[in-house]
């Protein structure tokens, strides 16, 4: 297996991670056997085990396994419930070993290939317009709420600052998200993780979304973890308002939400990434994060933190 999947499991999944690394192999055979299949080489691999696989019958699907529980149930919710031609279908599952049979897209390009920004950006609009869905009212998705929880928990657990933040910005991101949540009109499913690598081609011209999270919220948050992907290494700003404009104007979005969503997620994102003993983090993250305080200051001629609204410990 790849050596940066078997770390990355470890990190993130520090107490049942080592033990599930040991099981993949029969895992696959378990798969192999049940659904009647042929499991190829994996694809790059993230936090999960990823791999196309051929049918008894000749269909090609992939195998996606994951380690059971509450992340699997989200992804395997939320592509139940979103169930848009833009997402990539399920064709089976097995909750009690994590596993998705999912259906292969063909040629599979990540939007990330493309070097047009703009072209790949409303490419992105587009997709994520014929995805959207209202919330119901009893789902058991997390929300952006859950967010905001992690962003207290972060600030209690770490009173003296966090990586490159002190405890004010953590502070800061904390009420901002308090004060959005608390003035939310519109609840979407959301797909959680919407960036140029979850989404795909398949066929001519027909771009589709893989592996959603689920979350519920606005809108305006799906999109800040596209705005935090692929930037180059100069022009933040010009780059991510470009993506604004058009987001904002295909989408029907409000600035001023979108752009304190971006701050208080992109604190957050930022958090994620810490990594205190080898003293690092996402710097590209941290950087975004002043991007989005400067362009409200700029749009709105004034800091987009209000005092009035307090974060709740």
């Known amino acids: 297996m790849q050596k940066q999947f078997e770390e990355a499991i470890r990190l993130y999944f520090p107490n049942e991670g080592e033990a599930w690394l040991r099981k993949i192999p029969d895992l696959l055979s378990y798969c192999e056997e049940k659904w009647e299949l042929k ?11 990823v ?13 996606k396994v994951s380690i059971p529980g509450k992340e699997f149930e989200n992804e395997l919710e939320a592509l ?28 599979g390009t990540m939007l990330v290939d493309l070097e047009d920004d703009e072209h790949a950006c409303f490419i992105a609009a587009g997709v994520l317009k014929g995805m959207l869905k209202k919330s119901p009212s009893h789902t058991g ?46 609840y979407w499913l959301l797909h959680g993780d919407y960036h140029h690598y979850n989404i795909l081609l398949s066929g001519e011209d027909n771009w ?7 979350l519920v919220g606005e809108i305006e948050y799906d999109l800040i973890q596209y705005l935090l992907n692929k930037l180059p ?21 409000s600035r001023e939400r979108l ?23 996402e ?3 941290f950087k975004a994060v002043r991007v989005f305080e400067e362009m409200y200051r700029d749009e709105f001629g004034r800091d987009l933190w209000n005092p009035s609204n307090e974060c709740e410990s």
């Not at 499991?39 to 085990?49: G, Q």
């Not at 009690?96 to 049979?101: F, H, K, M, W």
């Not at 100069?234 to 470009?242: E, R």
Request: aromatic share 10%; charged share 25%; proline share 5%.
């Open 39 to 49: 499991m190829e080489k994996a694809y790059e691999l993230s936090v999960n085990y």
């Open 51 to 63: 791999a196309p696989a051929r049918m008894r019958d000749g269909r090609r699907v992939v195998v």
């Open 80 to 107: 139940q419930l979103l169930q848009s031609p833009k997402l990539v279908k399920v064709l089976d599952f097995d909750r009690e070993a994590g596993v998705l049979i999912l259906e292969e897209l063909v040629p």
């Open 141 to 186: 998705l997390p929300s952006t709420e859950d967010r905001e929880n992690s962003m207290r928990q972060i600030m209690q657990e770490h009173p003296e600052g966090l990586g490159p933040f002190p405890i004010a910005t953590l502070e800061k991101a904390c009420q901002v998200f308090h004060y959005l949540n608390k003035t939310i009109e519109t």
């Open 208 to 214: 589709m979304v893989i592996d959603p999270k689920g």
């Open 233 to 253: 290494e100069q022009d933040y700003y010009s780059i991510i308002q470009n993506r604004i404009d058009i987001f904002i104007d295909k989408l029907d979005l």
């Open 259 to 281: 752009l304190m969503w971006g701050f208080c997620h992109t604190v957050l994102s930022t958090c994620w990434t810490v990594n205190d003993e080898k003293g690092t983090y």
């Open 283 to 285: 710097e590209s993250f």
